[in-house]
């Protein structure tokens, strides 16, 4: 895949996502105006969340009807497979890839209201995780994995452990 593809790709996503994002931002904006900013920021990364995930390469209604892949249960099987066939760079890239991507989901929750704890982080990366991947198998468009959600569930966690950090460090 070459930059320009990638930056398309990138591009085709960000605009529907920001005006998406916009539309919801002044619904949700009427209604409360404390934590706006916040709440923009987050509808933004979800958004873009799901673009990643669920509709990078576009959705047809012809493969709705193809035949599923398989959803693999058994955790870490396909992580240590990704490392047997693909190497060390491919291993690293899913697994960091998983956490970085839901860094920032366990690190605006709490900003939201201020009773966040960290089982409320992991329930709630859990259950948009397990969303995802279930919107993957839903619409043919990727791999349900076991492995994404716990990497996707740790990223989160550790989200929250940052946000902490932070909030301590400017209190």
């Known amino acids: ?13 960000i605009v529907p996502s920001l005006i998406l994002s916009f539309v919801i931002y002044l619904l949700y904006w009427k209604h409360q105006r404390k934590h706006s900013l916040i709440s923009a920021c987050m509808i933004i990364y979800i958004c873009m969340l799901f673009y990643v995930t ?5 959705i047809s209604i012809e493969e709705l009807w193809l035949p599923r892949p398989r959803v693999n249960m058994i955790p870490l099987v396909s992580t240590f497979r990704l490392y047997h066939y693909g190497g060390w760079l491919v291993f690293l890239y899913n697994i960091i890839g998983n956490i970085v991507w839901f860094l920032p ?11 966040y ?12 995780s397990s969303s995802i991947e279930f919107m993957q198998y839903i ?4 791999i349900s994995d076991i492995d994404d959600i716990i990497f996707n569930v740790l990223g989160g966690c550790m989200g929250y452990v940052l946000f902490c950090l932070m909030s301590k460090k400017y209190k």
Do not use: A, W
């Open 1 to 13: 895949m070459t930059y320009l593809e990638i930056l398309r790709m990138v591009l085709s996503g």
């Open 54 to 58: 669920v509709y990078r390469h576009g």
């Open 105 to 115: 989901f366990g690190f605006l929750l709490p900003q939201q209201k201020d009773h």
């Open 117 to 128: 704890r960290i089982y409320r982080i992991f329930l709630c990366s859990l259950i948009l």
């Open 139 to 142: 619409l043919n468009c990727g």
